[in-house]
């Protein structure tokens, strides 16, 4: 489905043309209870998962983003103390460490399949964590967004820009896809790597290299002969040597591009 109402005893949520990453349209949720619901989804019962939330979280509080409910069978994407969580059958912990985050426009992506779940922020910091049994059916349970369905106490302070939900585990590529997508579309370029390949999605393009696979990488490896033959001024006759050269760090050339960028 692609629609959710405010829930009956909450307030609205407010809707910003430029609420997210200073000029991008957004829902604002106030940390008041200002809830949205779905229609009943049932989802979960397949077990599998794939969720992509674009969001930011104004402050470190305990919060829920997304939340279903069931008897013994719920599920939560949320931050509880320092760290962002998805919580399945109330596993999950410890998380991601979120400090960094708090306050910056995100990317929060989760996958739930065969009792394994797996979370990261922009791409990087990966979480995984193994949850014992099977989600069932939820009854249908109508999905929480902005907060949790038991209790108000959670209710989410932020804001969030757009949010996919896959009844399925999505290959590398049509993650990487999707990834891109909300990348582009929400000025998240610099910030997420699509392809979990170690490089921003903004620094792949620009490198030419392809950011939707994770076997192009986006780093020009300099030539060790032609980098000593410009320092000291000569011809220093290494090419020979080069394949003997098993680690090469240096401080002036973190990136592959002399640190511009």
Same mark, same amino acid.
């Given at each position: 489905?692609?629609?959710?109402?405010?829930?009956?005893?909450?307030?609205?949520?407010?809707?910003?043309?430029?609420?997210?990453?200073?000029?991008?349209?957004?829902?604002?949720?106030?940390?008041?209870?200002?809830?949205?619901?779905?229609?009943?989804?049932?989802?979960?019962?397949?077990?599998?998962?794939?969720?992509?939330?674009?969001?930011?979280?104004?402050?470190?509080?305990?919060?829920?983003?997304?939340?279903?409910?069931?008897?013994?069978? +719920?599920?939560?994407?949320?931050?509880?103390?320092?760290?962002?969580?998805?919580?399945?059958?109330?596993?999950?912990?410890?998380?991601?460490?979120?400090?960094?985050?708090?306050?910056?426009?995100?990317?929060?992506?989760?996958?739930?399949?065969?009792?394994?779940?797996?979370?990261?922020?922009?791409?990087? +910091?990966?979480?995984?964590?193994?949850?014992?049994?099977?989600?069932?059916?939820?009854?249908?349970?109508?999905?929480?967004?902005?907060?949790?369905?038991?209790?108000?106490?959670?209710?989410?302070?932020?804001?969030?820009?757009?949010?996919?939900?896959?009844?399925?585990?999505?290959?590398?590529?049509?993650?990487?896809?999707?990834?891109?997508?909300?990348?582009?579309?929400?000025?998240?370029?610099?910030?997420?790597?699509?392809?979990?390949?170690?490089?921003?999605?903004?620094?792949?393009?620009?490198?030419?290299?392809?950011?939707?696979?994770?076997?192009?990488?986006?780093?020009?490896?300099?030539?060790?002969?032609?980098?000593?033959?410009?320092?000291?001024?000569?011809?220093?006759?290494?090419?020979?040597?080069?394949? +003997?050269?098993?680690?090469?760090?240096?401080?002036?050339?973190?990136?592959?591009?002399?640190?511009?960028?």
């Amino acid at each position: 489905g692609n629609h959710a109402s405010t829930y009956s005893t909450d307030s609205s949520p407010q809707y910003q043309l430029s609420g997210f990453n200073k000029n991008y349209k957004a829902v604002r949720f106030s940390g008041e209870p200002n809830r949205l619901v779905t229609a009943p989804l049932d989802f979960y019962e397949t077990q599998k998962s794939t969720i992509f939330v674009v969001s930011t979280f104004d402050d470190n509080s305990n919060r829920s983003i997304l939340h279903q409910w069931a008897p013994n069978n +719920n599920w939560t994407i949320e931050y509880h103390s320092g760290s962002f969580k998805h919580v399945i059958k109330d596993s999950g912990y410890p998380g991601i460490s979120g400090e960094n985050y708090i306050d910056q426009p995100i990317l929060i992506t989760t996958t739930a399949g065969d009792s394994l779940t797996r979370m990261t922020i922009n791409g990087f +910091n990966h979480h995984e964590q193994t949850f014992s049994g099977y989600l069932q059916s939820n009854q249908d349970q109508k999905l929480f967004i902005g907060g949790r369905s038991d209790e108000s106490a959670r209710s989410f302070n932020g804001k969030i820009s757009e949010v996919l939900i896959f009844d399925k585990v999505l290959s590398e590529s049509e993650y990487a896809k999707v990834s891109a997508y909300l990348a582009k579309k929400w000025g998240l370029t610099a910030k997420v790597d699509s392809d979990n390949d170690g490089f921003t999605d903004a620094v792949e393009i620009a490198a030419g290299s392809d950011h939707l696979d994770d076997t192009s990488l986006a780093i020009n490896y300099p030539d060790f002969s032609d980098t000593v033959d410009a320092e000291i001024g000569v011809a220093s006759g290494l090419d020979s040597l080069e394949g +003997n050269l098993a680690l090469w760090l240096d401080a002036a050339n973190i990136n592959g591009e002399n640190n511009a960028g």
